[in-house]
Protein backbone atom coordinates (compact mmCIF):
# COMPACT_ATOMS: atom_id res chain seq x y z
CA UNK A 1 0.00 0.00 0.00
CA UNK A 2 1.55 3.26 -1.09
CA UNK A 3 2.03 5.90 1.70
CA UNK A 4 -0.05 8.80 1.16
CA UNK A 5 1.73 12.47 1.27
CA UNK A 6 -1.10 13.82 3.58
CA UNK A 7 -0.94 10.81 6.21
CA UNK A 8 3.14 11.02 6.29
CA UNK A 9 2.71 14.95 7.16
CA UNK A 10 0.13 14.38 9.93
CA UNK A 11 2.16 11.46 11.75
CA UNK A 12 5.14 13.54 11.39
CA UNK A 13 3.04 16.51 13.03
CA UNK A 14 1.86 14.31 15.64
CA UNK A 15 5.62 12.88 16.19
CA UNK A 16 6.55 16.81 16.44
CA UNK A 17 4.29 17.80 18.94
CA UNK A 18 4.64 14.93 21.41
CA UNK A 19 8.76 15.39 21.06
CA UNK A 20 7.61 19.28 22.05
CA UNK A 21 5.53 17.93 25.21
CA UNK A 22 8.28 15.94 26.59
CA UNK A 23 10.86 18.17 25.96
CA UNK A 24 8.71 20.97 27.88
CA UNK A 25 8.06 18.09 30.71
CA UNK A 26 11.62 18.25 30.99
CA UNK A 27 11.71 21.68 31.62
CA UNK A 28 9.23 22.01 34.10
CA UNK A 29 10.71 24.76 36.48
CA UNK A 30 7.48 25.56 38.40
CA UNK A 31 6.52 21.45 38.87
CA UNK A 32 9.98 20.97 40.38
CA UNK A 33 9.38 24.39 42.40
CA UNK A 34 6.87 22.93 44.14
CA UNK A 35 8.68 19.38 45.22
CA UNK A 36 11.31 21.25 46.28
CA UNK A 37 9.28 23.81 48.31
CA UNK A 38 7.21 20.93 49.75
CA UNK A 39 10.24 18.54 50.70
CA UNK A 40 13.13 19.22 53.35
CA UNK A 41 14.43 16.06 52.53
CA UNK A 42 14.81 16.56 49.07
CA UNK A 43 15.68 20.67 49.30
CA UNK A 44 19.24 18.70 51.25
CA UNK A 45 20.02 15.93 48.78
CA UNK A 46 19.61 18.17 45.89
CA UNK A 47 21.67 20.59 47.88
CA UNK A 48 23.69 17.88 48.29
CA UNK A 49 24.62 17.10 44.97
CA UNK A 50 24.97 20.46 43.91
CA UNK A 51 27.81 21.08 46.23
CA UNK A 52 29.54 17.29 45.81
CA UNK A 53 29.10 18.20 41.71
CA UNK A 54 29.01 21.45 41.31
CA UNK A 55 31.25 22.87 43.34
CA UNK A 56 34.01 20.38 44.83
CA UNK A 57 33.84 18.09 41.25
CA UNK A 58 33.25 20.65 38.49
CA UNK A 59 34.59 23.72 40.42
CA UNK A 60 38.30 21.82 40.99
CA UNK A 61 38.51 20.94 37.46
CA UNK A 62 37.55 24.39 36.39
CA UNK A 63 40.15 26.41 39.01
CA UNK A 64 42.36 23.89 37.97
CA UNK A 65 42.43 24.65 34.35
CA UNK A 66 41.99 28.00 34.42
CA UNK A 67 43.63 28.85 37.46
CA UNK A 68 46.41 26.65 38.76
CA UNK A 69 47.69 25.54 35.19
CA UNK A 70 48.16 28.83 33.64
CA UNK A 71 50.16 30.01 36.95
CA UNK A 72 52.12 26.94 36.86
CA UNK A 73 53.16 28.29 32.95
CA UNK A 74 54.28 30.83 34.64
CA UNK A 75 56.89 29.65 36.63
CA UNK A 76 57.97 27.14 34.41
CA UNK A 77 57.98 29.08 31.06
CA UNK A 78 60.13 32.32 31.24
CA UNK A 79 58.43 35.60 29.57
CA UNK A 80 61.38 35.57 27.32
CA UNK A 81 60.10 32.12 25.76
CA UNK A 82 56.42 32.97 26.52
CA UNK A 83 54.36 31.82 23.15
CA UNK A 84 53.63 34.19 21.53
CA UNK A 85 52.34 32.82 18.16
CA UNK A 86 50.86 30.00 19.10
CA UNK A 87 51.32 26.61 20.57
CA UNK A 88 54.04 25.54 18.36
CA UNK A 89 56.35 27.93 19.95
CA UNK A 90 55.70 26.03 23.75
CA UNK A 91 58.72 24.81 25.25
CA UNK A 92 59.35 21.09 25.26
CA UNK A 93 59.66 20.83 28.44
CA UNK A 94 56.38 22.42 29.42
CA UNK A 95 55.01 19.84 27.69
CA UNK A 96 56.46 17.31 29.66
CA UNK A 97 55.77 19.40 33.02
CA UNK A 98 52.22 19.86 32.03
CA UNK A 99 51.63 16.27 31.05
CA UNK A 100 53.38 14.82 34.32
CA UNK A 101 51.05 17.40 36.60
CA UNK A 102 47.99 16.73 34.91
CA UNK A 103 48.64 13.43 34.69
CA UNK A 104 48.87 13.22 38.65
CA UNK A 105 46.10 15.73 39.25
CA UNK A 106 43.60 13.10 37.58
CA UNK A 107 44.88 10.07 39.25
CA UNK A 108 45.31 11.66 43.12
CA UNK A 109 42.09 13.96 42.67
CA UNK A 110 39.86 12.93 39.77
CA UNK A 111 39.57 9.98 39.50
CA UNK A 112 39.12 9.21 43.19
CA UNK A 113 36.17 12.07 43.99
CA UNK A 114 34.59 10.62 40.34
CA UNK A 115 34.58 7.24 42.05
CA UNK A 116 32.74 9.14 45.84
CA UNK A 117 30.73 10.88 43.47
CA UNK A 118 29.68 7.90 41.50
CA UNK A 119 28.69 6.02 44.97
CA UNK A 120 26.76 8.94 46.36
CA UNK A 121 25.18 10.09 43.72
CA UNK A 122 23.72 6.76 43.38
CA UNK A 123 22.43 6.95 47.26
CA UNK A 124 21.04 10.56 46.90
CA UNK A 125 19.33 9.40 43.28
CA UNK A 126 17.37 6.88 44.68
CA UNK A 127 16.18 8.89 47.91
CA UNK A 128 15.46 11.38 45.39
CA UNK A 129 13.04 9.58 43.69
CA UNK A 130 11.62 7.69 46.31
CA UNK A 131 10.98 11.16 48.25
CA UNK A 132 9.31 13.09 44.76
CA UNK A 133 7.47 9.59 44.16
CA UNK A 134 5.74 9.94 48.06
CA UNK A 135 4.92 13.48 47.17
CA UNK A 136 3.02 12.93 44.36
CA UNK A 137 1.55 9.95 45.39
CA UNK A 138 3.57 8.08 42.29
CA UNK A 139 5.12 5.16 44.51
CA UNK A 140 3.51 1.71 44.49
CA UNK A 141 6.07 0.63 47.87
CA UNK A 142 6.76 1.74 50.88
CA UNK A 143 10.26 2.28 52.10
CA UNK A 144 10.20 -1.06 53.90
CA UNK A 145 9.33 -2.64 50.68
CA UNK A 146 11.67 -0.87 48.59
CA UNK A 147 14.92 -2.08 50.78
CA UNK A 148 13.86 -5.12 50.87
CA UNK A 149 13.33 -5.22 47.14
CA UNK A 150 16.85 -3.92 46.69
CA UNK A 151 18.65 -6.62 49.29
CA UNK A 152 16.16 -9.30 47.68
CA UNK A 153 17.49 -7.89 43.52
CA UNK A 154 18.82 -10.87 41.41
CA UNK A 155 22.38 -10.03 40.77
CA UNK A 156 22.19 -11.32 37.50
CA UNK A 157 18.87 -8.64 36.68
CA UNK A 158 21.23 -6.30 37.71
CA UNK A 159 23.93 -7.18 35.54
CA UNK A 160 21.79 -7.36 32.44
CA UNK A 161 20.38 -3.86 33.36
CA UNK A 162 24.16 -2.74 33.77
CA UNK A 163 25.17 -4.39 30.59
CA UNK A 164 21.86 -3.20 28.46
CA UNK A 165 22.82 0.17 29.32
CA UNK A 166 26.26 -0.19 28.16
CA UNK A 167 25.59 -1.46 24.82
CA UNK A 168 23.28 0.75 24.17
CA UNK A 169 25.60 3.38 24.63
CA UNK A 170 28.24 1.59 22.99
CA UNK A 171 25.81 1.30 19.89
CA UNK A 172 26.00 5.22 19.87
CA UNK A 173 29.36 5.30 19.84
CA UNK A 174 30.15 3.29 17.15
CA UNK A 175 27.49 5.16 14.77
CA UNK A 176 28.69 8.39 15.62
CA UNK A 177 31.96 6.99 13.73
CA UNK A 178 29.61 7.26 10.32
CA UNK A 179 29.88 10.02 8.25
CA UNK A 180 27.26 12.82 8.39
CA UNK A 181 24.72 11.28 9.73
CA UNK A 182 26.85 9.69 12.57
CA UNK A 183 26.64 12.55 15.53
CA UNK A 184 23.39 12.83 14.99
CA UNK A 185 22.83 8.83 15.22
CA UNK A 186 24.50 9.41 18.41
CA UNK A 187 22.55 12.53 19.80
CA UNK A 188 19.35 10.25 19.30
CA UNK A 189 20.42 7.44 21.25
CA UNK A 190 21.85 9.44 23.86
CA UNK A 191 18.61 11.40 24.39
CA UNK A 192 16.69 7.98 25.03
CA UNK A 193 19.12 6.99 26.92
CA UNK A 194 19.01 9.51 29.82
CA UNK A 195 14.92 9.64 28.98
CA UNK A 196 16.07 5.98 30.48
CA UNK A 197 17.94 6.84 33.34
CA UNK A 198 16.01 9.93 34.38
CA UNK A 199 12.47 7.64 34.67
CA UNK A 200 13.82 4.16 35.65
CA UNK A 201 13.47 4.97 39.43
CA UNK A 202 10.16 6.03 39.26
CA UNK A 203 9.28 3.09 37.30
CA UNK A 204 11.17 0.89 39.64
CA UNK A 205 9.04 2.12 42.68
CA UNK A 206 6.11 1.20 40.72
CA UNK A 207 6.92 -2.06 40.61
CA UNK A 208 7.97 -2.58 37.28
CA UNK A 209 10.32 -5.03 35.97
CA UNK A 210 13.25 -4.23 33.33
CA UNK A 211 10.98 -5.46 29.99
CA UNK A 212 8.36 -3.42 31.08
CA UNK A 213 10.64 -0.32 31.29
CA UNK A 214 12.08 -0.51 28.26
CA UNK A 215 8.95 -1.22 26.69
CA UNK A 216 7.67 1.79 28.03
CA UNK A 217 10.51 3.71 26.08
CA UNK A 218 9.57 1.97 22.63
CA UNK A 219 6.33 2.72 22.75
CA UNK A 220 6.72 6.37 23.71
CA UNK A 221 9.07 7.02 21.54
CA UNK A 222 8.74 10.43 20.50
CA UNK A 223 8.10 12.01 23.58
CA UNK A 224 11.33 10.48 25.13
CA UNK A 225 13.20 11.44 22.69
CA UNK A 226 11.99 15.42 23.61
CA UNK A 227 12.34 14.51 27.32
CA UNK A 228 15.91 13.41 26.72
CA UNK A 229 16.80 16.04 24.76
CA UNK A 230 17.75 19.27 27.23
CA UNK A 231 19.71 16.94 29.39
CA UNK A 232 21.67 15.87 26.41
CA UNK A 233 22.61 18.81 25.30
CA UNK A 234 23.87 20.23 28.78
CA UNK A 235 26.22 17.21 28.42
CA UNK A 236 26.91 16.47 24.67
CA UNK A 237 29.44 19.41 24.22
CA UNK A 238 31.72 18.66 26.75
CA UNK A 239 34.52 16.50 27.52
CA UNK A 240 34.09 13.23 29.73
CA UNK A 241 34.70 14.51 32.89
CA UNK A 242 32.77 17.35 32.72
CA UNK A 243 30.15 15.99 30.84
CA UNK A 244 30.01 13.87 33.93
CA UNK A 245 29.91 16.47 36.15
CA UNK A 246 27.15 18.06 34.50
CA UNK A 247 24.83 14.92 34.08
CA UNK A 248 25.37 14.70 38.14
CA UNK A 249 24.48 17.91 38.71
CA UNK A 250 21.11 18.12 37.32
CA UNK A 251 19.88 14.72 37.24
CA UNK A 252 18.12 15.22 40.79
CA UNK A 253 15.63 18.04 38.51
CA UNK A 254 15.50 15.69 35.65
CA UNK A 255 14.02 13.01 38.03
CA UNK A 256 11.95 15.22 39.83
CA UNK A 257 10.15 16.78 36.66
CA UNK A 258 9.95 12.67 35.18
CA UNK A 259 7.61 11.63 38.64
CA UNK A 260 5.35 14.09 37.51
CA UNK A 261 5.39 13.70 33.36
CA UNK A 262 2.95 11.89 31.64
CA UNK A 263 4.25 9.67 28.78
CA UNK A 264 2.15 10.33 25.38
CA UNK A 265 1.99 7.71 22.61
CA UNK A 266 1.51 8.70 18.52
CA UNK A 267 -2.24 8.65 17.46
CA UNK A 268 -3.38 5.41 16.48
CA UNK A 269 -4.07 6.87 13.12
CA UNK A 270 -1.18 8.06 12.57
CA UNK A 271 0.08 4.75 10.47
CA UNK A 272 2.96 6.38 8.71
CA UNK A 273 5.28 5.79 11.49
CA UNK A 274 5.57 2.51 13.74
CA UNK A 275 3.62 2.32 17.06
CA UNK A 276 6.69 1.28 18.48
CA UNK A 277 10.83 1.42 17.77
CA UNK A 278 12.77 -1.57 19.32
CA UNK A 279 15.76 0.77 20.26
CA UNK A 280 16.89 -1.90 22.76
CA UNK A 281 16.56 -4.82 20.64
CA UNK A 282 20.45 -5.36 19.33
CA UNK A 283 21.70 -4.01 22.95
CA UNK A 284 19.42 -6.76 24.93
CA UNK A 285 20.37 -9.33 22.96
CA UNK A 286 24.09 -8.59 22.83
CA UNK A 287 23.49 -8.01 27.14
CA UNK A 288 21.72 -11.18 27.25
CA UNK A 289 24.94 -12.87 25.67
CA UNK A 290 27.74 -11.58 27.39
CA UNK A 291 25.16 -12.40 30.56
CA UNK A 292 25.00 -16.15 29.58
CA UNK A 293 28.78 -16.42 28.78
CA UNK A 294 29.76 -14.51 32.01
CA UNK A 295 28.03 -17.26 34.41
CA UNK A 296 29.06 -19.70 31.40
CA UNK A 297 33.08 -18.71 32.36
CA UNK A 298 32.18 -18.20 36.40
CA UNK A 299 30.94 -21.80 36.50
CA UNK A 300 34.15 -22.76 34.68
CA UNK A 301 36.46 -21.42 36.26
CA UNK A 302 34.82 -22.12 40.08
CA UNK A 303 37.37 -24.58 41.68
CA UNK A 304 35.85 -27.87 41.88
CA UNK A 305 34.84 -29.52 45.21
CA UNK A 306 36.87 -31.62 47.58
CA UNK A 307 37.62 -35.44 46.42
CA UNK A 308 36.38 -37.52 49.00
CA UNK A 309 36.98 -41.21 49.12
CA UNK A 310 33.99 -43.32 49.60
CA UNK A 311 33.48 -44.68 53.45
CA UNK A 312 34.08 -48.46 53.19
CA UNK A 313 30.95 -50.66 53.70
CA UNK A 314 30.04 -51.46 57.32
CA UNK A 315 30.65 -54.64 58.76
CA UNK A 316 28.87 -56.41 61.91
CA UNK A 317 31.77 -57.07 64.34
CA UNK A 318 32.22 -60.81 65.18
CA UNK A 319 30.11 -62.16 68.00
CA UNK A 320 32.68 -63.90 70.49
Not at 13 to 23: C, E, P, S
Not at 219 to 247: D, N, V
Amino acid sequence: MPLEPAAFGAACKDFLMLWMKGAQDALSLPKAARVVARSPAVRRLALNCALLNGVLFLGSIAAFHALLLPALHALVVPPASSPADGPADTPLHWHIVSALVLGVYYLLWVYPLYVISFLFNSIWYDEIALETSRLVGASKTSQKDVNIKQLLRSASDELLRLAINFAFLAQGCVLRLLPVVGPVFHFLMLSWLYSLYCFESIWGLRGWGLHARLLQLERHYAYFLGFGTPFALLCIFFPYFLSYGMFALFFPFFVVVASQATPVRLREDATALPPSLPLFATSTHLASVVVRLAALLSRRLRPPPPHTAPLPPYTRAPAR
